[in-house]
């Protein structure tokens, strides 16, 4: 493939609720060579969770002098451009990225996300499953470290490659990647939100998320009597059938999340 594609990977501080960007690892390819290469530990805002580090083995120690997400970010947008992105699995990618751009206020790369999930099931249907180790494993790839952003970043490409030589005609530009895939991804669509309406009560939290304005809640469930809260809201967002909104408590400094379902009043100030 002549075309120039960022190919990336990113591993993340928690394995479930909202993302948090840990590692970002890419490199841009061309004429089937990698010309560039980007690879960052962020420090992330919450702590890691002992399953994320079982995961791919990132420390605490390992990110104390790491920058924070929205000086990577800024960063990677700048070295990206606008090339065609590529990753496996590119939701779960465009949902970290898109996270963190909207907490950062930042534009992300306005490209597409080629996913080779969606291109190794539609064109190496015989693995036996479509993992991205598996896959290199099938394809009889050298053996190497998997679960870190910038070498799976290098074994997606080789599967990209892959796939590729098993289309008819071989791909001449990224547009036809992206139709073989389906439904196109991108950062922008991936962006956190809340899909349906907001009831009257939470339609503030949408102006102090984006002008980073101090509010208080009225919070509390069934089991006990409301209380208020003084948060930063931060974004709001959905994840399965609830809404959630993520915010950076006042009083001790933490990001939280919480339930909107559970949010009696928004208290602005004068």
């Known amino acids: 493939m002549e075309f120039p594609l960022v190919i990336l990977d990113t591993e993340t501080a928690t394995l479930s609720g909202a993302p948090h960007l840990l590692e970002l690892g890419a490199v841009l390819v061309q004429d089937g060579e990698v010309v560039d290469r980007f690879e960052a530990f962020v420090r992330p805002e919450v702590p890691i969770a002992p399953e994320a580090t079982e995961f791919h083995g990132i420390d605490e120690a390992m990110v104390r002098d790491a920058e924070p997400a929205a000086v990577v970010l800024e960063r990677f947008r700048d ?35 080629i996913d080779t999930l969606k291109l190794s099931r539609r064109l190496i249907p015989e693995s036996p499953d ?33 796939c590729a030589l098993r289309m008819q005609p071989p791909p001449a530009s990224a547009v036809q990647l992206v139709q073989a895939c389906g439904q ?11 899909r349906g309406l907001l009831k009257p009560r939470h339609r503030s939290l949408e102006h102090a998320c984006r002008e980073r304005e101090p509010v208080t809640l009225i919070y509390g469930d069934e089991t006990a009597s409301p209380v208020p809260l003084s948060v930063l809201p931060r974004v709001l967002y959905d994840q399965g059938d609830r809404s959630y909104l993520e915010a950076e408590c006042l009083r001790s400094g933490t990001i939280k999340t919480y339930r909107l379902d559970r949010v009696h009043q928004v208290r602005t100030s004068p």
């Open 79 to 113: 070295w990206a451009g606008d090339r065609p992105l590529v990753a496996h699995n590119a939701d779960f990618d465009a949902r970290v990225l898109a996270f963190e751009y909207a907490r950062a206020r930042l534009a992300p790369p306005p490209g597409w996300l």
């Open 130 to 162: 479509h993992k991205l180790a598996t896959l290199c494993e099938h394809l009889g790839l050298e053996e190497g470290l998997h679960h870190r952003a910038l070498a799976d970043a290098v074994w997606c490409w080789k599967v990209l490659e892959a």
């Open 184 to 194: 196109p991804v991108t950062l922008i669509l991936a962006a956190p939100r809340v």
